[in-house]
């Protein structure tokens, strides 16, 4: 027996009690029949919690078996997945780690000449790091400012570019572009580049669309764009013309292709023959500003 019950039956033998003694005051009576009906109530609100209480438990116990038969059905999918699952990862881990380092080199001897002789040629366009494997672009002299498209002195560099791109002997080399802004906050451009990182991967798209259009697979290509965030030089109050670029890098491919495009184990050595530079000229760029291009 609880104390509740206790007391409500303590409470209804003492108004027998009153009742069996005869006359007593009214005033004591109506006091312990307010008690009983008040422990009455409180009584039956008590039974109606614990049925509630018991409905819960219930309930959760159900829940708890369900999930209980959910976890080891995916237990026993995980552990037959597991060789899979592996694989991507380390797929995964290496796939970041590439990116990471972002060197391509070393490129075989004829691609080397190639681009460093097209650098040379357009000193104020193009750098390149042969160490690297890495082409870079000054966004200066290749976008009008606050604009995603070539100059026309940037596409006749992009198509002799290409002509090397498409020798046999770079042919394997998967073709990596990567655009980069400085941090002045866009302005002229909002509309189609609310951000410096949706500027800096228009960029680089645009320069695959050159070099693509320009006879370049599609299938080679990795387009990425860090705005910003990876400054070449510290920016000053209108940013800097240096972190303003686009880099073409060119790397071993990531993974096999299954159209047939060579895996990492199926490159050349450093050999290859091919078309060497691009023998067509183009215009000089006009040598532009160190203002910010938006």
Request: net charge positive.
């Given at each position: 027996m609880n104390a509740l019950e206790a007391s409500f039956r303590t409470t209804l033998i003492g108004l027998v009690a009153v009742a069996s003694v005869g006359c007593v005051?009214?005033?004591?009576?109506?006091?312990?029949?307010?008690?009983?009906?008040?422990?009455?109530?409180?009584?039956?609100?008590?039974?109606?919690?614990?049925?509630?209480?018991?409905a819960n438990e219930?309930?959760?116990?159900?829940?708890l078996a369900q999930s209980a038969g959910d976890l080891e059905t995916l237990e026993a999918l995980r552990k037959g997945q597991n060789v899979d699952v592996d694989k991507l990862l380390a797929d995964y881990e290496s796939l970041l780690k590439k990116v990471g380092n972002m060197n391509g080199g070393p490129l075989p001897a004829e691609v080397?000449?190639?681009?460093?002789?097209?650098?040379?040629?357009?000193?104020?366009?193009l750098q390149f790091d042969e160490k690297r494997g890495m082409i870079r672009f000054a966004a200066d002299f290749t976008f009008d400012p606050g604009s995603v498209g070539l100059k026309a002195s940037a596409l006749s560099v992009l198509s002799q570019l290409a002509t090397i791109l498409n020798s046999n002997a770079a042919n394997p080399f998967e073709v990596v572009v990567v655009g980069h802004t400085d941090?002045?906050?866009i302005k002229k451009s909002a509309a189609q580049n609310p951000t410096n990182m949706h500027l800096s991967a228009h960029r680089?798209?645009?320069?695959?669309?050159?070099?693509?259009?320009?006879?370049?697979?599609?299938?080679?290509?990795?387009?990425?764009?860090?705005?910003?965030?990876?400054?070449?030089?510290?920016?000053?109050?209108?940013?800097?013309?240096?972190?303003?670029?686009?880099?073409?890098?060119?790397?071993?491919?990531?993974?096999?292709?299954?159209?047939?495009?060579?895996?990492?184990d199926a490159l050349p050595s450093g050999s290859g023959s091919g078309s060497g530079s691009?023998?067509?000229?183009?215009?000089?760029?006009?040598?532009?500003?160190d203002e910010p291009t938006k």
């Open positions: 005051p009214q005033e004591k009576y109506n006091d312990l029949d307010l008690a009983y009906r008040s422990q009455q109530q409180q009584l039956l609100r008590t039974q109606g919690d614990l049925e509630t209480t018991r219930s309930r959760l116990r159900s829940q080397n000449a190639a681009l460093a002789a097209l650098a040379a040629q357009y000193p104020d366009v941090n002045v906050p680089a798209i645009a320069v695959r669309d050159a070099l693509h259009k320009d006879g370049v697979q599609a299938s080679r290509f990795l387009i990425a764009g860090y705005g910003e965030f990876r400054p070449a030089v510290p920016n000053g109050p209108n940013g800097a013309a240096q972190n303003r670029r686009v880099d073409v890098y060119l790397m071993p491919y990531f993974v096999s292709m299954a159209s047939g495009t060579p895996a990492v691009a023998s067509s000229k183009a215009a000089a760029p006009t040598k532009a500003d």
